[in-house]
């Protein structure tokens, strides 16, 4: 809450507005656990050898090839790290190097088959357990989970991950 924001504001309901933001930061590492719980058990043998790192390379690779360079600013990374990344995957058969025909000069990095295969099922068993995670609240809820959780991307003006999407920009 911004300084301006606070100004007229009762102490006291500066403190809730504390205590609920307090509780939701709690509620984080739960919710990350509950989440991410089901997905990695039901891949733990495809997984055993990729980090997280290696998989949030693969999920920007997904979108098409990209050059280190590109990838490196994707991860916010430098690039040396990309490509000790990148490293790991091409030995992994997961990510394949190719040249670019329209500079030599330059290597695209593009995800493998079975990179593709392996985003796919990551993909699959995170919306299923998302699915049976959300189960648990009524259609009204879930719409405004939705509309919470767009409001707090758009209160964000780096987030580009949610244009383009049905019911943005309500």
Known sequence: ??????????????????????????????????????????LREELQSVTIHQLTALGHLKGGSVTMRELAKDLDVSESSATAVTDRLVRQGLVERQSDPSDRRVVRLAISSAGSALVERLDEAAASKTGEMLSALTDTQLEQLIDILETLARANPNERDLQGHPGAGR
């Open 1 to 42: 809450m911004s300084a301006a924001s606070t100004l007229g504001v009762r102490p006291s309901t500066r403190r809730r507005r504390a205590e609920l933001t307090e509780r939701i930061f709690e509620l984080r590492p739960l919710m990350k656990r509950l989440f991410g719980a089901g997905i990695y058990r039901e």
